[in-house]
C-alpha cells in the first residue's frame, strides 16, 4: 500500500472512532500525539482505537491525545482535517424531526459539565502556564532538529577539512532560523495568549534588530539578540496585554491605526529598556548554573535529574525545561541537559526488557513489549509507560532507577570535562545520536552518550528483574492471556475473549495500549 494510501486510511480508520466529523472540534499535532478537541467525550471508543495497528496509546487531558509516533503523526493529521472536512460538507441539514428530546437547558447543562470535568484535570494554573509555555516551543520542534542536524553535518565536514566550498553555505542554513528564533517565539506567543501573532513577532523582532547595538540601558550597549528567547517571551507578553487594553479604550474608527502603533511602541520601548537587559542576565544565569551543576556534581546531579524525569513526564512539569533547553541552545549551541534527561528512556527500555523475562507466561504484555520496543529505543516512550510499566507499577519506579544511573553515568563525564550536549530539542533514545555535540570532538561525545545509554539499559533491567515484582505481583501477572483449548473446542472453534488482570494491556490493545485516562505529558 502507498504511503499515502496507508496515512488516509489510519485517519479514515480513527475518525468515526471519535465520534464522526461533527465531533471534531479542533485539531493539531506534537512529535508524537494527535491533538483533538471533542465536543462529546462520551463518543470516543477508547478500546477500539487502542486496538488500530498505528495507535501506540491514546493519553486524555485538556485535549484528547492519540499517540502515533514520530513523522507518523505528521503525515496523518492533513489526512485526517481533510476527512474532517469532507465529512462536515457532506452532512445533511438536521431536518425538525431530527431535534433531541433533551431541552436546551438539560443539554446546556450536560455539556458544561463535561467541559467542568475536562477541565478539572490537571488545570492548576501553574500547570496551565506550562502547557502554553510547552505550546510556544513545541512548533518550533522540527527546524531546530533540522536545523541541528545540519550544524552537525557542518561541524562534521569542517573538522575533515571536507568540501570547504559548501560549508558556508550549510553554516548558513543552520543559523538563519537560530538567528531569528526569537521572532518566531514571539509570534506563537502572541498566538498563545490571545494577542495578534504578528504584533507579538514584530516586539520580538526589536532583540535580534543589529541596530540595538547603537542604545544604551542599565549603563550597557546593548547587544543584538541580548535576552533571546526569554526576551522575546517576555515582550510578546506585554505586547498582548497592550493590544487587549487598547481594544478595550481605542475608539474603533481608530483601532486599526491606533492599537498596533501603541502595542509595538510601549512594548518596544520597555523590551528595550528593560526586558533585553533584565532577559539577558536570566540566560546568562541559566547558562552559567547548568554549567557550574555538571562541572561541580556531575554525577550526583545526573542522577537526580535522570530518576526524577519521568515523574516530572508524568505530572507535566518537564514542560517548564522548554525554554531553558531553548536558552542553552541559542548560548552555546547546544544544551547539556537534554542527554542527561534522555537517559530516563534508556531506563524505561531496560525495565521493559526485565518485564518480558519476567512474566514468560503473559503472552498479552510480551507482544506489547515486542511492538513497543523499536519505538522505546527511538526516544518514543508513551507505549512502554503506558502499556507496561506505570500499569505494573513497581517496574516504573526501577525503570526510573535505570535512568538516574544512565544520566549520572554522562554527569560523570561532564564533570571530568568532556561536555555532552544536544543541538535541538525533541528526540531521544537512538534519534539523539545526529543531533549530539560536545567539546572534545563528535567520536567522545557519541561514545559517553552510548555508554550512558547502556548503562541505562543494564540499570533499568537489573533494578526490575530483581526488585520490580513481588509475589503478589508475579502470581497475578504471570499467567496465560490466552483461552484454553478446551475454551475454543466448546465455543465450536470461536475464541472468547480472555480476561485480563486489572492494570494490564489488554492482548486487543495493539502496541502501544494505555489506560485511556493515563496522564499526558511524554
Not at 40 to 52: G, N
Not at 145 to 151: L, Q, R
Request: proline fraction near 7%; charged fraction near 10%; glycine fraction near 14%.
Amino acid at each position: 500500500m502507498a504511503t499515502e494510501d496507508k496515512n488516509r486510511a489510519t485517519a479514515a480508520a480513527i475518525l468515526p472512532l471519535v465520534g464522526g466529523a461533527a465531533n471534531v472540534a479542533s485539531i493539531a499535532h506534537c512529535m508524537t500525539r494527535l491533538r483533538l478537541g471533542l465536543h462529546d467525550r462520551s463518543l470516543v471508543d477508547d478500546e477500539a482505537l487502542k486496538a488500530l495497528p498505528a495507535v501506540m496509546g491514546v493519553v486524555e487531558d485538556d485535549t484528547y491525545q492519540i499517540v502515533l509516533g514520530p513523522g507518523t503523526v505528521a503525515r496523518v493529521t492533513p489526512e485526517f482535517e481533510q476527512l474532517v472536512e469532507e465529512g462536515r460538507e457532506a452532512a445533511p441539514a438536521p431536518a425538525p424531526d431530527d431535534a433531541p428530546a433533551v431541552s436546551a437547558e438539560e443539554l446546556a447543562a450536560q455539556g458544561a459539565a463535561i467541559r467542568a470535568e475536562r477541565k478539572a484535570k490537571n488545570a492548576t494554573p501553574f500547570k496551565l502556564f506550562l502547557r502554553k509555555i510547552a505550546n510556544i516551543f513545541v512548533p518550533l520542534i522540527p527546524a531546530l532538529i533540522g536545523c541541528g542536524i545540519i550544524a552537525g553535518l557542518n561541524g562534521l565536514l569542517v573538522n575533515l577539512e571536507w568540501l570547504p566550498a559548501v560549508t558556508p553555505a550549510l553554516a548558513a542554513m543552520a543559523s538563519g532560523f537560530m538567528a531569528l528564533i526569537a521572532v518566531f517565539v514571539g509570534y506563537n506567543t502572541a498566538k498563545e495568549f490571545g494577542g495578534t501573532p504578528i504584533l507579538g513577532g514584530a516586539v520580538a523582532a526589536i532583540i535580534v534588530f543589529p541596530g540595538v547595538a547603537n542604545i544604551d540601558a542599565f549603563g550597557q550597549t546593548l547587544s543584538p539578540g541580548q535576552g533571546g528567547v526569554l526576551g522575546a517571551l517576555g515582550a510578546a507578553v506585554l505586547a498582548v496585554y497592550v493590544e487587549k487594553w487598547c481594544r478595550r479604550w481605542v475608539p474603533e474608527a481608530l483601532d486599526v491605526l491606533v492599537t498596533p502603533t501603541l502595542t509595538v511602541l510601549i512594548s518596544g520601548l520597555v523590551t528595550i529598556f528593560g526586558l533585553m537587559y533584565v532577559a539577558g542576565e536570566v540566560s546568562s544565569a541559566i547558562g552559567t548554573f547548568a554549567d557550574w551543576l555538571l562541572s561541580n556534581g556531575g554525577a550526583g546531579a545526573g542522577f537526580v535529574l535522570g530518576g526524577l524525569f519521568l515523574p516530572l513526564v508524568m505530572l507535566g512539569l518537564h514542560q517548564a525545561l522548554i525554554p531553558i533547553h531553548t536558552t542553552l541552545i541559542e548560548q552555546q549551541g547546544y544544551t547539556v541537559l537534554l542527554p542527561i534527561l534522555a537517559m530516563a528512556g534508556a531506563g524505561q527500555v531496560g525495565a521493559a526488557m526485565a518485564v518480558y523475562f519476567r512474566l514468560p507466561r503473559n503472552e498479552s504484555i510480551r507482544r506489547t513489549i515486542k511492538s513497543a520496543l523499536p519505538a522505546g529505543l527511538l526516544g518514543v516512550g508513551e507505549p512502554l509507560i503506558y502499556g507496561v510499566s506505570l500499569p505494573l507499577g513497581r517496574p516504573f519506579v526501577t525503570a526510573c532507577v535505570g535512568g538516574a544511573f544512565g544520566a549520572g553515568f554522562v554527569g560523570l563525564f561532564n564533570q571530568l570535562g568532556d561536555t555532552v550536549g544536544s543541538t535541538a530539542i525533541g528526540p531521544s533514545g537512538w534519534a539523539l545520536f545526529p543531533l549530539l555535540d560536545g567539546n572534545h570532538g563528535l567520536g567522545s561525545t557519541i561514545a559517553i552518550y552510548a555508554g550512558g545509554l547502556l548503562v541505562g539499559y543494564v540499570a533499568g533491567f537489573v533494578a526490575t528483574y530483581f526488585f520490580g515484582f513481588g509475589k503478589d505481583l508475579l502470581a497475578e501477572f504471570n499467567v496465560s492471556q490466552e483461552p484454553a483449548p478446551s475454551t475454543v473446542a466448546a465455543t465450536g472453534g470461536t475464541q472468547t475473549r480472555p480476561t485480563t488482570p486489572p492494570g494490564a494491556p489488554d492482548s486487543t490493545d495493539g502496541p502501544g495500549s494505555s489506560p485511556s485516562k493515563a496522564p499526558a505529558g511524554v
